[in-house]
């Protein structure tokens, strides 16, 4: 099984700008997302279709080509991050954790000035 996705808004990291919030029960502090990333993940699940019925749980690999609108150096490890919470918030994976995202082979970050965007292929391993 092969799905592919295309998320067509310029690809956002999750750790930049984040929040340094306090818990109002407990009054310890935490980190949060920042609101142009909580943005971002709300407007990329419009892309993330279809849907399975259930969400995905068991070994895939994840490649993700990340097209930047600029050349600016980005950290793929903190994209990579991003494009997997989403697709745990979109319900297309059921966690982002080892067992289900296996691999993450051919994910790169290139260059479209005219069309950044995120390409996401998920692969089912059938490996034991």
């Known amino acids: 099984m092969i799905q592919k996705y295309i998320i067509s808004l310029p ?3 999750k750790k930049n700008s984040q929040q340094i919030l306090t818990n109002h029960r407990t009054g310890k502090p935490f980190i949060a997302p920042s609101s142009a990333y909580k943005r971002y993940e709300e407007q990329a699940i419009y892309f993330l279709t279809p849907k399975p019925k259930t969400p995905l749980a068991g070994r895939y690999c994840v490649t993700a080509v990340f ?4 050349r600016r150096s980005v950290d793929l490890t903190n994209l990579l991050e991003a494009a997997h919470d989403t697709l745990v918030a979109a ?10 995202i296996a691999s993450v082979d051919g994910s790169r ?6 069309n950044p965007r995120t390409e996401i292929i998920i692969q089912e391993l059938n490996e034991p």
């Open 11 to 13: 690809p956002i990291t």
């Open 91 to 100: 319900k297309i994976l059921a966690d982002d954790n080892n067992t289900i």
């Open 67 to 70: 097209y930047m609108p600029t």
């Open 109 to 114: 970050v290139l260059y479209d000035k005219e």
